[in-house]
């Protein structure tokens, strides 16, 4: 199969490439820069560049292409729903007067949910609490619309993925990077928001094998969760965090660091997920904090 990936210099892209490459699956890898791995820079928000590629031969397209930080897009509010809604409908409209018919996942985010004590699924209500929200409900309405025009569209919504290779302005990276270069120093100060709320993390390297299951056995038009099922504080996470590190930490809370519309606990079902495609997470938290931590081990080693 030739599948296309937006974003593949991204966090997640990098995971999907490398699965689809060691599958020996034709891969068209999009990003920003060039990379040593064989991605192509395309900026996405031009529709030029978009209209440049030849997209005839692709039979599926994973677009996770997109300004991706809840704190940034409080700043760039603007940037975010235009920027990420420019991009979809560049790629979908360039797909359309080639007349190509790949099947086409939307990635959102769990993000959009309104939250609460509840588990979450597909048909719980929405809720706009940031500008990186609004733009992946965007998202979602514009693949509505394709999917009106005959584009075979799935929507993804995963929830809070980690693991080696995210980079700083997420949980598990900030304390990660932290430990590594507070251990390079024989210990110190570890700098943290608030711990309190409760998420659903999956390894990034699950979430990347439930894209590709939805792009072989999802359901045209339909929406998924992209979940562990499981939730944990942020507290859990520092201390299994904590836990793989032995020289003296001290943890400081700082309050500016808290998100102004942050939800206190998320709870996602990935039932339609496993029963439409047979998906399930493999990769124990464990593994996923110890892989994180190692990474930027190596990265702090190499600095």
Known sequence: MNTLVTGASGFVG???????????????????????SGT????????????????????????LAGLAQVSASFLQAAEYVSSNATME??????????????????????AVYAGGSALLTEDSATRSSNPYVVSKLTQELLAAYYLERGVDVIIARPFNHVGPGQRPGYLV??????????????????????????RDFTDVRDVAAAYLALISAGHRGETYNVSSGA????????HGLLD???????????????????????RAS??????????????????TLADTLAYWRQQSSDA
């Open 14 to 36: 990098r995971h999907v490439v490398q699965i689809l490459r060691d599958r020996g699956d034709e891969v068209t890898a999009w990003g920003l820069a060039a990379t040593d």
């Open 40 to 63: 192509t820079p395309v900026d996405m928000r031009n529709r030029e560049e978009v209209s440049a590629h030849d997209l005839r031969d692709i039979e599926a397209v994973i677009h």
């Open 89 to 110: 409908i560049n790629l979908m409209e360039s797909l359309l007067r080639q007349n190509a018919s790949p099947r086409v996942l939307v990635v959102s985010t769990g």
């Open 173 to 198: 990276a900030d304390i990660a990077s932290q430990l590594a270069a507070l251990e390079r120093n024989g210990g110190g100060r570890l700098s943290v928001g608030d711990l309190g709320t409760k």
């Open 231 to 238: 939730t944990l504080s942020g507290e859990e996470i520092l």
């Open 244 to 266: 793989l590190v032995s020289v003296p930490i001290e943890v400081l809370h700082n309050p500016a660091l808290r998100r102004p519309t942050d939800t206190i606990e998320v």
């Open 270 to 287: 990935n039932e339609k997920l496993r029963t439409h495609t047979g998906w399930k997470p493999t990769i124990a938290l464990p593994v």
